[in-house]
C-alpha cells in the first residue's frame, strides 16, 4: 500500500528565508507524486508533480522539488519565503491503477515578517 | 489549467433535510471524479470515486445511502448529503481526472462548506 508521510505539521520562517517542506513516500510502484496548496477555506491548487524523466521539478511561485528515490523523499523547496506563501501544503501519491491520491497530513506554513 | 467549479460554496440547512452539491469540470471531460471531506485542520479524506456512467466506489466506512453520488456526464457529478445531521458539516471538495491525458492528475474544485444546524 502507498502512503505519505509530512514531517512537521507547522513551519514556520521568516520573509525572505528558505521554505523546506519535507514529504517521505512509500510506494512499491514507481511513484507519481505530487503538491498542493491550500488558502483558508478553498480547494487545493495544484504547484508541481513528478510523474517520469527529470527530478528536479519546477513549480508555480517558485516552487520546487526533488524527487530521491533512494530516499523515498520529495522535499518541496522554496528560496525566498513571501508572505503570500503562509497556506496548508499537501504532499500525495498516486495510485496509478485507480488514480486515487494519498495525502500526507499536511504541513501548515507561517511566513512571518 | 483545468478548472472544476463547485456549487453551492456554502450552504446552511436544518437536520433532516437533503442536500446537493455539484461538481463540473468546465473545459475537459472527466472520466473520474472523486468526493474528498475535509474537518478544520485536517487532511482531506476520500469519500468516493465516481467513474461517468457507472455506481460509485465507497471507501470503507463512508455510507452509501448516506452520501449519494451520481456521475451522469463527463463534465457532471453531484453529492447527495441525505437526512442531514450536525456531524455532517464540514469542507466537501471535489475533483476531476482524465486518465489517459492527466497522469492521474486531479483538478480541485474551490469546494463547499456544509453546515447541518
Known amino acids: 500500500a502507498q502512503s505519505v508521510t509530512q514531517l512537521g505539521s507547522h513551519v514556520s520562517v521568516s520573509e525572505g528565508a528558505l521554505v523546506l517542506l519535507r514529504c517521505n513516500y512509500s510506494s512499491s510502484v514507481p511513484p507519481y507524486l505530487f503538491w498542493y496548496v491550500q488558502y483558508p477555506n478553498q480547494g487545493l491548487q495544484l504547484l508541481l508533480k513528478y510523474t517520469t524523466g527529470a527530478t528536479l521539478v519546477k513549480g508555480i511561485n517558485g516552487f520546487e522539488a526533488e524527487f530521491k528515490k533512494s530516499e523515498t523523499s520529495f522535499h518541496l523547496t522554496k528560496p525566498s519565503a513571501h508572505m503570500s506563501d503562509a497556506a496548508e501544503y499537501f504532499c500525495a501519491v498516486s495510485d496509478r491503477g485507480t488514480g486515487k491520491l494519498i495525502f500526507g497530513q499536511g504541513t501548515e506554513l507561517s511566513v512571518k515578517p | 489549467g483545468a478548472v472544476v467549479s463547485q456549487h453551492p460554496s456554502r450552504v446552511i440547512c436544518k437536520s433532516g433535510t437533503s442536500v446537493k452539491i455539484e461538481c463540473r469540470s468546465l473545459?475537459?471531460?472527466?472520466?473520474?471524479m472523486f468526493w474528498y471531506r475535509q474537518f478544520p485542520k485536517q487532511s482531506l479524506m476520500l469519500m468516493a470515486t465516481s467513474n461517468e456512467g457507472s455506481k460509485a466506489t465507497y471507501e470503507q466506512g463512508v455510507e452509501k445511502d448516506k452520501f449519494l453520488i451520481n456521475h451522469a456526464s463527463l463534465t457532471l457529478s453531484t453529492l447527495t448529503v441525505t437526512s442531514a445531521h450536525p456531524e455532517d458539516s464540514s469542507f466537501y471538495i471535489c475533483?476531476?481526472?482524465?486518465?489517459?491525458?492527466?497522469?492521474?492528475?486531479?483538478?480541485f474544485g474551490p469546494g463547499t462548506r456544509l453546515t447541518v444546524l
Open positions: 473545459d475537459f471531460q472527466a472520466t473520474t
Open positions: 475533483s476531476a481526472s482524465h486518465f489517459r491525458e492527466a497522469r492521474n492528475e486531479q483538478f
